[in-house]
Protein backbone atom coordinates (compact mmCIF):
# COMPACT_ATOMS: atom_id res chain seq x y z
CA UNK A 1 0.00 0.00 0.00
CA UNK A 2 1.53 3.27 -1.04
CA UNK A 3 0.26 6.55 1.50
CA UNK A 4 -0.40 9.57 -0.97
CA UNK A 5 2.16 11.89 0.85
CA UNK A 6 4.38 10.84 2.99
CA UNK A 7 3.24 12.19 6.64
CA UNK A 8 5.58 14.79 8.35
CA UNK A 9 7.15 13.86 12.03
CA UNK A 10 8.21 17.20 13.35
CA UNK A 11 9.09 14.82 16.96
CA UNK A 12 11.36 13.18 14.74
CA UNK A 13 13.46 16.44 13.13
CA UNK A 14 12.94 17.90 16.43
CA UNK A 15 14.80 15.22 18.52
CA UNK A 16 17.46 13.96 15.89
CA UNK A 17 18.37 18.58 16.42
CA UNK A 18 18.49 18.04 20.15
CA UNK A 19 20.51 15.01 20.46
CA UNK A 20 23.03 16.29 17.88
CA UNK A 21 23.79 19.61 19.59
CA UNK A 22 24.17 17.66 22.67
CA UNK A 23 26.16 14.60 21.02
CA UNK A 24 28.49 16.21 18.43
CA UNK A 25 30.28 17.61 20.76
CA UNK A 26 30.81 14.77 22.93
CA UNK A 27 31.75 12.53 20.24
CA UNK A 28 34.24 15.61 19.04
CA UNK A 29 35.95 15.48 22.58
CA UNK A 30 37.36 12.33 21.91
CA UNK A 31 39.57 13.97 19.48
CA UNK A 32 39.77 17.51 20.43
CA UNK A 33 38.23 19.85 23.44
CA UNK A 34 38.97 23.29 23.81
CA UNK A 35 41.02 22.93 26.68
CA UNK A 36 42.64 19.98 28.37
CA UNK A 37 39.47 18.58 30.66
CA UNK A 38 41.44 18.20 33.41
CA UNK A 39 43.59 20.87 33.80
CA UNK A 40 43.40 22.79 37.08
CA UNK A 41 44.44 26.56 36.42
CA UNK A 42 43.73 28.64 39.68
CA UNK A 43 44.99 31.79 38.47
CA UNK A 44 41.53 31.82 36.83
CA UNK A 45 38.86 30.37 38.82
CA UNK A 46 35.17 30.91 38.42
CA UNK A 47 35.50 32.96 35.14
CA UNK A 48 32.21 34.28 33.69
CA UNK A 49 31.60 33.14 30.02
CA UNK A 50 33.82 34.88 27.68
CA UNK A 51 35.23 34.51 24.09
CA UNK A 52 38.07 32.00 25.74
CA UNK A 53 36.07 29.97 27.86
CA UNK A 54 32.56 29.59 26.41
CA UNK A 55 31.03 28.56 29.88
CA UNK A 56 33.49 30.26 31.76
CA UNK A 57 35.44 28.25 34.50
CA UNK A 58 34.97 26.06 37.75
CA UNK A 59 36.20 26.36 41.12
CA UNK A 60 39.48 24.75 40.15
CA UNK A 61 40.05 26.61 37.00
CA UNK A 62 39.25 23.97 34.51
CA UNK A 63 37.18 24.85 31.30
CA UNK A 64 33.30 23.97 31.82
CA UNK A 65 32.66 23.64 28.09
CA UNK A 66 35.67 20.98 27.84
CA UNK A 67 34.31 19.53 31.13
CA UNK A 68 31.16 18.90 29.90
CA UNK A 69 31.97 17.69 26.28
CA UNK A 70 34.06 14.66 27.93
CA UNK A 71 31.43 14.40 30.89
CA UNK A 72 28.62 13.76 27.88
CA UNK A 73 30.63 11.58 26.12
CA UNK A 74 30.72 9.42 29.45
CA UNK A 75 27.27 9.41 30.03
CA UNK A 76 26.53 8.50 26.51
CA UNK A 77 28.58 5.82 26.14
CA UNK A 78 27.74 3.95 29.48
CA UNK A 79 23.89 4.86 28.64
CA UNK A 80 24.25 3.36 25.59
CA UNK A 81 26.55 0.03 26.79
CA UNK A 82 23.86 -0.09 29.47
CA UNK A 83 21.29 -0.28 26.53
CA UNK A 84 22.76 -2.43 24.62
CA UNK A 85 22.77 -4.86 27.73
CA UNK A 86 19.46 -4.59 28.17
CA UNK A 87 18.20 -5.58 24.83
CA UNK A 88 20.94 -8.18 24.21
CA UNK A 89 19.36 -9.94 27.26
CA UNK A 90 15.80 -8.68 27.30
CA UNK A 91 15.44 -9.44 24.09
CA UNK A 92 16.24 -12.88 23.66
CA UNK A 93 13.85 -13.71 26.85
CA UNK A 94 11.06 -11.94 25.79
CA UNK A 95 11.31 -14.38 22.48
CA UNK A 96 11.45 -17.11 25.07
CA UNK A 97 8.39 -15.31 26.91
CA UNK A 98 6.59 -15.77 23.55
CA UNK A 99 6.67 -19.48 23.83
CA UNK A 100 2.99 -21.10 24.68
CA UNK A 101 2.54 -22.79 27.67
CA UNK A 102 3.98 -22.51 31.03
CA UNK A 103 7.58 -21.54 29.97
CA UNK A 104 6.62 -18.09 28.94
CA UNK A 105 4.06 -17.36 31.72
CA UNK A 106 6.51 -18.03 34.33
CA UNK A 107 9.47 -15.52 32.15
CA UNK A 108 7.06 -13.18 32.01
CA UNK A 109 5.83 -13.64 35.66
CA UNK A 110 9.60 -13.16 36.79
CA UNK A 111 9.93 -9.83 34.38
CA UNK A 112 6.95 -7.90 36.02
CA UNK A 113 8.72 -8.58 39.11
CA UNK A 114 11.94 -6.51 37.66
CA UNK A 115 9.35 -4.20 36.74
CA UNK A 116 8.27 -3.54 39.66
CA UNK A 117 11.15 -2.39 41.54
CA UNK A 118 11.67 1.70 40.41
CA UNK A 119 14.49 2.16 38.23
CA UNK A 120 16.46 3.91 40.00
CA UNK A 121 16.34 2.32 43.36
CA UNK A 122 17.29 -0.85 41.61
CA UNK A 123 20.47 0.58 40.03
CA UNK A 124 21.29 1.86 43.62
CA UNK A 125 20.68 -1.46 45.36
CA UNK A 126 22.63 -3.24 42.57
CA UNK A 127 25.73 -0.53 42.70
CA UNK A 128 26.00 -0.68 46.67
CA UNK A 129 26.17 -4.65 46.13
CA UNK A 130 28.39 -4.81 43.26
CA UNK A 131 30.66 -1.66 44.37
CA UNK A 132 31.23 1.47 42.27
CA UNK A 133 32.76 1.29 39.09
CA UNK A 134 31.92 2.15 35.52
CA UNK A 135 30.97 -1.89 34.67
CA UNK A 136 28.74 -1.69 37.75
CA UNK A 137 27.20 0.99 36.52
CA UNK A 138 26.78 -0.36 33.33
CA UNK A 139 25.27 -3.30 34.74
CA UNK A 140 23.14 -1.87 37.34
CA UNK A 141 21.53 0.22 34.70
CA UNK A 142 20.97 -2.07 32.12
CA UNK A 143 19.22 -4.31 34.38
CA UNK A 144 16.40 -2.90 34.83
CA UNK A 145 16.08 -2.39 31.26
CA UNK A 146 15.62 -6.31 31.06
CA UNK A 147 12.28 -6.39 31.86
CA UNK A 148 11.10 -3.78 29.64
CA UNK A 149 12.85 -5.43 26.56
CA UNK A 150 11.36 -8.50 27.74
CA UNK A 151 7.98 -6.97 27.48
CA UNK A 152 8.65 -5.32 24.18
CA UNK A 153 9.98 -7.78 22.65
CA UNK A 154 7.24 -10.56 23.67
CA UNK A 155 4.57 -8.25 22.85
CA UNK A 156 6.01 -7.67 19.64
CA UNK A 157 6.44 -11.24 18.91
CA UNK A 158 3.16 -12.49 19.58
CA UNK A 159 1.74 -10.26 17.01
CA UNK A 160 3.67 -11.21 14.38
CA UNK A 161 3.93 -14.97 15.43
CA UNK A 162 0.12 -15.15 14.31
CA UNK A 163 0.71 -14.37 10.93
CA UNK A 164 0.34 -16.19 7.77
CA UNK A 165 3.88 -15.59 7.01
CA UNK A 166 4.97 -17.82 10.15
CA UNK A 167 2.00 -20.35 9.29
CA UNK A 168 4.04 -20.52 5.97
CA UNK A 169 7.40 -20.79 7.40
CA UNK A 170 6.37 -23.78 9.05
CA UNK A 171 4.87 -25.15 6.53
CA UNK A 172 8.20 -24.62 4.77
CA UNK A 173 9.43 -26.90 7.49
CA UNK A 174 11.12 -24.38 9.15
CA UNK A 175 12.39 -24.77 13.59
CA UNK A 176 11.31 -22.67 15.91
CA UNK A 177 14.82 -20.46 15.99
CA UNK A 178 14.93 -20.07 12.39
CA UNK A 179 11.81 -18.44 12.54
CA UNK A 180 12.57 -16.07 15.48
CA UNK A 181 15.55 -15.00 13.91
CA UNK A 182 14.39 -14.88 10.60
CA UNK A 183 10.39 -13.64 10.56
CA UNK A 184 9.84 -12.55 14.29
CA UNK A 185 13.16 -10.63 14.59
CA UNK A 186 13.17 -8.27 11.54
CA UNK A 187 9.84 -7.53 12.24
CA UNK A 188 9.64 -6.42 15.42
CA UNK A 189 12.81 -4.44 14.93
CA UNK A 190 11.28 -1.45 14.44
CA UNK A 191 9.53 -1.05 17.69
CA UNK A 192 12.51 -2.28 19.67
CA UNK A 193 14.73 0.45 18.20
CA UNK A 194 11.98 2.95 19.30
CA UNK A 195 11.89 1.22 22.87
CA UNK A 196 15.74 1.76 23.11
CA UNK A 197 15.67 5.26 22.45
CA UNK A 198 13.30 5.73 24.99
CA UNK A 199 14.89 3.88 27.01
CA UNK A 200 18.23 6.11 26.74
CA UNK A 201 16.47 9.04 28.05
CA UNK A 202 15.79 7.14 30.96
CA UNK A 203 19.18 5.13 31.49
CA UNK A 204 20.67 8.97 30.74
CA UNK A 205 18.72 10.72 33.95
CA UNK A 206 19.56 7.19 35.94
CA UNK A 207 23.23 7.90 35.05
CA UNK A 208 23.20 11.53 36.40
CA UNK A 209 21.34 10.66 39.26
CA UNK A 210 23.73 7.70 39.64
CA UNK A 211 27.13 10.35 39.01
CA UNK A 212 25.58 12.44 41.36
CA UNK A 213 24.84 10.27 44.18
CA UNK A 214 28.42 9.21 44.00
CA UNK A 215 27.71 5.96 42.96
CA UNK A 216 28.33 5.85 39.46
CA UNK A 217 31.35 6.58 37.66
CA UNK A 218 34.45 6.96 39.67
CA UNK A 219 36.06 10.07 40.18
CA UNK A 220 39.15 11.22 38.04
CA UNK A 221 36.28 10.91 34.78
CA UNK A 222 34.10 13.56 34.71
CA UNK A 223 30.42 13.04 34.45
CA UNK A 224 27.53 14.92 34.41
CA UNK A 225 25.83 13.76 37.40
CA UNK A 226 29.06 14.51 39.80
CA UNK A 227 29.79 17.88 38.06
CA UNK A 228 26.47 18.79 39.59
CA UNK A 229 27.01 17.42 42.74
CA UNK A 230 30.76 19.30 43.03
CA UNK A 231 29.38 22.34 41.97
CA UNK A 232 26.04 22.89 43.83
CA UNK A 233 26.92 24.91 46.25
CA UNK A 234 28.05 27.94 43.62
CA UNK A 235 24.31 27.87 42.07
CA UNK A 236 24.37 31.40 43.65
CA UNK A 237 27.34 33.03 42.76
CA UNK A 238 28.17 30.88 39.44
CA UNK A 239 24.98 29.69 38.28
CA UNK A 240 26.02 28.29 35.00
CA UNK A 241 28.17 25.87 36.87
CA UNK A 242 24.94 23.93 37.93
CA UNK A 243 22.66 24.98 35.12
CA UNK A 244 25.16 24.00 32.14
CA UNK A 245 25.21 20.62 33.25
CA UNK A 246 21.83 20.06 34.25
CA UNK A 247 20.59 21.46 30.62
CA UNK A 248 22.80 19.21 28.94
CA UNK A 249 20.81 16.35 31.01
CA UNK A 250 17.71 17.86 30.27
CA UNK A 251 18.66 18.27 26.45
CA UNK A 252 19.19 14.48 26.32
CA UNK A 253 16.46 13.70 27.90
CA UNK A 254 14.11 15.60 25.96
CA UNK A 255 15.97 14.90 22.20
CA UNK A 256 15.68 10.64 23.37
CA UNK A 257 11.89 11.06 23.70
CA UNK A 258 11.16 13.26 20.87
CA UNK A 259 13.56 10.74 18.98
CA UNK A 260 11.86 7.94 19.85
CA UNK A 261 8.37 9.12 19.69
CA UNK A 262 9.07 10.83 15.95
CA UNK A 263 10.71 7.16 15.12
CA UNK A 264 7.19 5.21 16.36
CA UNK A 265 5.16 7.77 14.51
CA UNK A 266 7.27 7.20 11.34
CA UNK A 267 7.43 3.46 11.81
CA UNK A 268 4.13 2.82 13.44
CA UNK A 269 1.85 4.77 11.19
CA UNK A 270 -1.37 2.93 13.06
CA UNK A 271 0.37 4.30 16.46
CA UNK A 272 0.81 8.14 15.03
CA UNK A 273 -1.86 10.39 16.87
CA UNK A 274 -5.01 11.40 14.89
CA UNK A 275 -4.49 14.59 13.59
CA UNK B 1 -6.63 -47.02 -5.91
CA UNK B 2 -3.25 -47.67 -4.68
CA UNK B 3 -2.62 -46.11 -0.97
CA UNK B 4 -3.78 -42.37 -1.36
CA UNK B 5 -0.99 -39.27 -0.73
CA UNK B 6 -3.62 -37.77 1.94
CA UNK B 7 -5.45 -40.01 4.48
CA UNK B 8 -7.67 -38.14 7.36
CA UNK B 9 -9.89 -39.75 9.45
CA UNK B 10 -11.94 -39.14 12.16
CA UNK B 11 -10.72 -35.79 12.22
CA UNK B 12 -12.09 -33.88 15.82
CA UNK B 13 -11.36 -30.38 16.77
CA UNK B 14 -12.74 -28.15 19.66
CA UNK B 15 -12.29 -24.72 21.44
CA UNK B 16 -13.12 -25.49 24.69
CA UNK B 17 -15.99 -27.87 26.03
CA UNK B 18 -19.37 -28.12 24.00
CA UNK B 19 -17.44 -26.11 21.30
CA UNK B 20 -16.63 -28.65 18.55
CA UNK B 21 -15.89 -27.23 15.06
CA UNK B 22 -15.05 -30.23 13.57
CA UNK B 23 -16.82 -33.58 14.10
CA UNK B 24 -14.94 -37.16 12.94
CA UNK B 25 -13.86 -35.42 9.35
CA UNK B 26 -12.27 -38.03 7.38
CA UNK B 27 -11.51 -37.71 3.63
CA UNK B 28 -8.46 -39.02 1.46
CA UNK B 29 -7.07 -37.30 -1.35
CA UNK B 30 -5.00 -39.46 -4.51
CA UNK B 31 -1.90 -38.07 -6.31
CA UNK B 32 -2.74 -35.44 -9.19
CA UNK B 33 -6.53 -34.96 -8.49
CA UNK B 34 -7.94 -31.94 -6.82
CA UNK B 35 -10.49 -32.63 -3.70
CA UNK B 36 -12.10 -29.78 -2.92
CA UNK B 37 -13.89 -28.76 -0.22
CA UNK B 38 -16.62 -26.59 0.16
CA UNK B 39 -18.27 -24.83 3.20
CA UNK B 40 -20.16 -21.91 4.42
CA UNK B 41 -18.36 -19.49 6.85
CA UNK B 42 -17.94 -21.18 10.63
CA UNK B 43 -18.33 -24.82 8.62
CA UNK B 44 -14.88 -25.53 10.03
CA UNK B 45 -13.14 -25.44 6.63
CA UNK B 46 -9.95 -23.20 8.23
CA UNK B 47 -10.00 -25.51 11.32
CA UNK B 48 -9.85 -28.71 8.66
CA UNK B 49 -7.01 -26.45 6.30
CA UNK B 50 -4.71 -25.98 9.57
CA UNK B 51 -4.75 -29.68 10.51
CA UNK B 52 -4.17 -30.62 7.21
CA UNK B 53 -1.41 -28.53 6.80
CA UNK B 54 0.22 -30.04 9.69
CA UNK B 55 0.02 -26.76 11.80
CA UNK B 56 -2.59 -27.58 14.34
CA UNK B 57 -2.59 -30.91 15.88
CA UNK B 58 -6.78 -32.49 16.14
CA UNK B 59 -8.18 -33.25 19.49
CA UNK B 60 -8.53 -36.14 17.82
CA UNK B 61 -7.80 -38.10 14.62
CA UNK B 62 -5.07 -38.89 12.14
CA UNK B 63 -3.67 -37.47 9.10
CA UNK B 64 -1.18 -39.48 7.47
CA UNK B 65 0.43 -38.17 4.58
CA UNK B 66 2.32 -40.43 2.48
CA UNK B 67 1.24 -43.00 5.06
CA UNK B 68 3.25 -40.85 7.62
CA UNK B 69 1.03 -39.67 10.53
CA UNK B 70 1.27 -35.52 10.59
CA UNK B 71 1.26 -35.45 13.92
CA UNK B 72 3.04 -38.75 14.73
CA UNK B 73 6.52 -39.58 16.74
CA UNK B 74 8.81 -40.43 13.78
CA UNK B 75 9.88 -36.79 13.21
CA UNK B 76 13.02 -37.89 11.18
CA UNK B 77 9.98 -39.44 8.41
CA UNK B 78 7.64 -35.94 8.71
CA UNK B 79 11.14 -33.99 7.94
CA UNK B 80 11.89 -35.88 4.92
CA UNK B 81 7.92 -35.61 3.68
CA UNK B 82 7.44 -32.30 4.69
CA UNK B 83 8.68 -30.71 1.19
CA UNK B 84 6.19 -32.57 -0.50
CA UNK B 85 3.26 -30.80 1.25
CA UNK B 86 3.08 -27.35 0.35
CA UNK B 87 0.29 -24.80 1.31
CA UNK B 88 -1.11 -21.14 -0.07
CA UNK B 89 -2.99 -19.20 2.15
CA UNK B 90 -5.62 -16.96 1.48
CA UNK B 91 -4.47 -13.44 1.97
CA UNK B 92 -1.58 -12.64 -0.01
CA UNK B 93 -0.49 -9.57 2.62
CA UNK B 94 -0.49 -11.43 5.35
CA UNK B 95 1.48 -14.70 3.88
CA UNK B 96 4.20 -13.01 2.94
CA UNK B 97 6.76 -11.78 4.97
CA UNK B 98 7.06 -8.19 4.31
CA UNK B 99 11.07 -7.67 5.18
CA UNK B 100 12.45 -10.26 3.27
CA UNK B 101 13.11 -10.20 -0.78
CA UNK B 102 10.60 -12.43 -2.87
CA UNK B 103 13.94 -14.52 -3.87
CA UNK B 104 14.27 -15.70 -0.44
CA UNK B 105 10.36 -16.41 0.64
CA UNK B 106 10.45 -18.34 -2.11
CA UNK B 107 13.63 -20.06 -1.72
CA UNK B 108 12.31 -20.70 2.29
CA UNK B 109 11.45 -24.27 2.36
CA UNK B 110 14.50 -25.40 0.25
CA UNK B 111 16.30 -24.51 3.16
CA UNK B 112 17.91 -27.02 5.83
CA UNK B 113 17.36 -29.20 2.67
CA UNK B 114 21.12 -29.20 2.12
CA UNK B 115 21.05 -27.36 -1.29
CA UNK B 116 23.52 -25.09 -2.15
CA UNK B 117 22.83 -21.69 -2.91
CA UNK B 118 23.66 -21.99 -6.86
CA UNK B 119 21.02 -24.87 -6.99
CA UNK B 120 18.43 -23.01 -4.48
CA UNK B 121 19.09 -19.54 -7.05
CA UNK B 122 18.06 -22.32 -9.96
CA UNK B 123 14.78 -23.75 -8.57
CA UNK B 124 13.96 -20.16 -7.83
CA UNK B 125 14.15 -19.17 -10.61
CA UNK B 126 12.33 -21.81 -12.35
CA UNK B 127 9.25 -21.67 -9.86
CA UNK B 128 9.13 -17.80 -10.67
CA UNK B 129 9.15 -18.61 -13.99
CA UNK B 130 6.63 -21.51 -13.44
CA UNK B 131 3.56 -19.15 -11.87
CA UNK B 132 4.56 -16.56 -14.88
CA UNK B 133 6.32 -14.15 -12.48
CA UNK B 134 9.92 -12.01 -14.08
CA UNK B 135 12.96 -13.54 -12.81
CA UNK B 136 14.37 -10.16 -11.40
CA UNK B 137 10.93 -9.86 -9.21
CA UNK B 138 13.29 -12.13 -6.56
CA UNK B 139 15.12 -9.08 -5.60
CA UNK B 140 12.27 -7.00 -4.73
CA UNK B 141 10.16 -7.10 -1.73
CA UNK B 142 6.14 -8.00 -1.31
CA UNK B 143 5.04 -4.30 -0.90
CA UNK B 144 6.01 -4.51 -4.80
CA UNK B 145 3.37 -6.40 -6.16
CA UNK B 146 -0.24 -6.47 -6.53
CA UNK B 147 -2.36 -8.68 -4.80
CA UNK B 148 -2.60 -11.52 -7.69
CA UNK B 149 1.17 -11.21 -8.57
CA UNK B 150 1.64 -11.78 -4.40
CA UNK B 151 -0.56 -14.89 -4.89
CA UNK B 152 1.53 -15.94 -7.40
CA UNK B 153 4.72 -15.77 -4.90
CA UNK B 154 2.92 -17.66 -2.70
CA UNK B 155 2.55 -20.28 -5.39
CA UNK B 156 6.08 -20.19 -6.06
CA UNK B 157 7.18 -21.09 -2.42
CA UNK B 158 4.60 -23.57 -2.47
CA UNK B 159 6.34 -25.03 -6.15
CA UNK B 160 9.93 -24.50 -5.29
CA UNK B 161 10.45 -27.88 -3.59
CA UNK B 162 8.56 -29.85 -6.32
CA UNK B 163 5.85 -30.89 -3.92
CA UNK B 164 2.99 -33.53 -3.91
CA UNK B 165 0.37 -32.06 -2.94
CA UNK B 166 -0.84 -28.18 -1.76
CA UNK B 167 -3.07 -27.70 0.25
CA UNK B 168 -4.71 -24.11 -0.41
CA UNK B 169 -7.10 -22.27 1.77
CA UNK B 170 -9.30 -20.15 0.01
CA UNK B 171 -6.30 -18.87 -2.71
CA UNK B 172 -7.99 -16.55 -4.91
CA UNK B 173 -11.14 -15.41 -2.37
CA UNK B 174 -9.02 -12.38 -1.53
CA UNK B 175 -8.12 -11.08 -4.99
CA UNK B 176 -10.27 -8.99 -7.78
CA UNK B 177 -12.62 -11.58 -10.02
CA UNK B 178 -10.89 -10.52 -12.93
CA UNK B 179 -7.32 -11.97 -11.48
CA UNK B 180 -8.98 -15.03 -9.66
CA UNK B 181 -9.50 -16.38 -13.12
CA UNK B 182 -6.09 -15.61 -13.92
CA UNK B 183 -4.58 -17.29 -10.31
CA UNK B 184 -7.19 -20.54 -10.70
CA UNK B 185 -5.78 -21.41 -14.73
CA UNK B 186 -2.55 -20.94 -13.36
CA UNK B 187 -3.21 -23.69 -10.59
CA UNK B 188 -4.52 -26.09 -13.23
CA UNK B 189 -1.95 -25.23 -15.69
CA UNK B 190 0.63 -26.26 -12.80
CA UNK B 191 -1.52 -29.47 -12.13
CA UNK B 192 -1.59 -30.32 -15.58
CA UNK B 193 2.45 -29.94 -16.29
CA UNK B 194 3.69 -31.17 -13.04
CA UNK B 195 1.17 -33.58 -11.91
CA UNK B 196 0.52 -31.90 -8.57
CA UNK B 197 -2.92 -32.74 -6.17
CA UNK B 198 -4.58 -30.04 -4.51
CA UNK B 199 -6.44 -29.95 -1.58
CA UNK B 200 -8.95 -26.51 -2.95
CA UNK B 201 -10.66 -25.00 0.31
CA UNK B 202 -13.32 -22.38 -0.69
CA UNK B 203 -16.76 -21.03 0.33
CA UNK B 204 -17.20 -20.13 -3.76
CA UNK B 205 -19.17 -23.09 -5.21
CA UNK B 206 -18.28 -21.59 -8.88
CA UNK B 207 -14.16 -22.03 -7.75
CA UNK B 208 -14.38 -25.05 -6.53
CA UNK B 209 -15.99 -26.39 -9.87
CA UNK B 210 -14.11 -25.35 -12.23
CA UNK B 211 -11.04 -26.84 -9.79
CA UNK B 212 -12.29 -29.67 -8.49
CA UNK B 213 -12.22 -33.48 -9.63
CA UNK B 214 -14.32 -34.52 -6.61
CA UNK B 215 -15.96 -32.45 -3.84
CA UNK B 216 -16.50 -32.43 0.00
CA UNK B 217 -19.46 -30.62 1.61
CA UNK B 218 -18.44 -29.57 4.80
CA UNK B 219 -21.37 -28.34 6.81
CA UNK B 220 -21.09 -27.61 10.72
CA UNK B 221 -18.08 -29.34 11.15
CA UNK B 222 -19.16 -32.43 9.48
CA UNK B 223 -18.47 -33.92 6.04
CA UNK B 224 -22.28 -33.92 4.56
CA UNK B 225 -21.87 -34.91 1.10
CA UNK B 226 -18.99 -36.27 -0.89
CA UNK B 227 -17.89 -37.62 -4.15
CA UNK B 228 -17.11 -36.84 -8.06
CA UNK B 229 -17.38 -33.58 -8.94
CA UNK B 230 -19.66 -34.20 -11.05
CA UNK B 231 -22.00 -36.27 -9.40
CA UNK B 232 -22.25 -33.60 -6.66
CA UNK B 233 -23.06 -30.92 -8.16
CA UNK B 234 -25.33 -32.46 -10.49
CA UNK B 235 -27.76 -33.85 -8.68
CA UNK B 236 -27.07 -33.12 -5.13
CA UNK B 237 -28.92 -34.85 -2.28
CA UNK B 238 -28.16 -32.50 1.11
CA UNK B 239 -29.84 -29.63 1.54
CA UNK B 240 -26.51 -27.72 2.44
CA UNK B 241 -25.18 -28.36 -0.73
CA UNK B 242 -28.42 -27.58 -2.59
CA UNK B 243 -28.11 -24.25 -1.18
CA UNK B 244 -24.70 -23.24 -1.82
CA UNK B 245 -25.63 -24.20 -5.88
CA UNK B 246 -28.82 -21.92 -5.58
CA UNK B 247 -26.45 -19.00 -3.74
CA UNK B 248 -24.50 -19.36 -7.06
CA UNK B 249 -25.43 -16.25 -9.54
CA UNK B 250 -25.99 -17.31 -13.32
CA UNK B 251 -24.97 -15.64 -15.53
CA UNK B 252 -27.41 -14.46 -18.19
CA UNK B 253 -27.73 -16.48 -21.47
CA UNK B 254 -26.45 -14.23 -24.80
Known amino acids: ?38 AIDIAHRLLSPSL ?55 VMRIADLGL ?3 PLLTAAMLVAAEGTGIAAEIVAIGAFNVPAFMRIARGGALSVLHRDFIAAARV ?15 NIGAILLVQATLALAIAALSEAGLSYLGLGMPPPLPSLGRILADDQARIFDAPLLVIAPGAVVALLVLGCNLLGDGLRDRLDPTLAPVR | MSTPLLEADGLVR ?27 SGSGKSSLARILMGLQRPDAGRVRFRGIDLYG ?38 RGQGL ?33 QRQRVAIA ?95 PSC
Open chain 2, 157 to 251: RALVGRPALVIADEPVSALDVSVQAQVLNLMLELQARLGLAFVFISHDLGVVRHMAHRIAVLEAGRIVEAGDAAAVLGSPRHPATRGLLEALPTA
Open chain 2, 73 to 110: ADRAALRAARPQLQAVFQDPYGSLDPRQRVGRIVAEPL
Open chain 2, 116 to 148: DRAARDERVRWALEAVSLPPDAATRHPHAFSGG
Open chain 1, 52 to 106: RHVLGTDPFGRDVASRLMVATLNSGLVCAAAIALGGLVGIPLGLLGAAPGWGGAL
Open chain 1, 1 to 38: MRRPAPPRHPSLWAGTLILALVLVPAALSAVWTPFPPG
Open chain 2, 14 to 40: EYGPGRRVLHSVGLTVAAGETLGIIGG
Open chain 1, 116 to 118: AFP
Open chain 1, 172 to 186: AGRGRVAILLEHVLP
